[in-house]
């Protein structure tokens, strides 16, 4: 039993790290040289697809499917910024915002929830 589950641990980072080399490749290709700061415009919107999704930043609760529909909230907030004639500049201020108040509600949240009990 557990042989199968580090072979399966092992096929899922051999296919994680395939994948990023090929998007490694592909961004290359399009740039013409590597940027050690290409990505920097994701990471306040992976963040805040994730906490918007549930996963509570000290670990332990949350769901692939979580993250998802975060990120599948967040990518429809921005276009609706985007359709209201909101510049693109402040894009990234809103992504901010919803991040804390997503981190507000769900402090309060489990605030009440362990008075409660």
């Known amino acids: 039993m557990s042989e199968d589950i580090q072979l399966w641990n092992a096929t899922c980072a051999a296919a994680a ?34 906490v918007l999704g549930g996963v509570s930043f000290y670990g332990g609760r949350g769901s692939a499917l979580g993250s998802i529909a975060g990120a599948f909230i967040l990518t429809i907030l921005t276009n609706v910024l985007f359709f209201a004639g909101i510049d693109p500049l402040y894009q990234s201020f809103f992504e901010g915002l919803f991040l804390f108040v997503a981190v507000l509600l769900g402090s309060a949240l489990g605030y009440l929830l362990r008075r409660r009990t």
């Open 17 to 50: 790290n395939d994948g990023v080399a090929r998007t490694a490749v592909l961004s290359d290709s399009f740039g013409g040289e590597g940027d050690p700061s290409a990505g920097d415009g994701y990471i306040l919107t992976s963040i805040a697809a994730v």
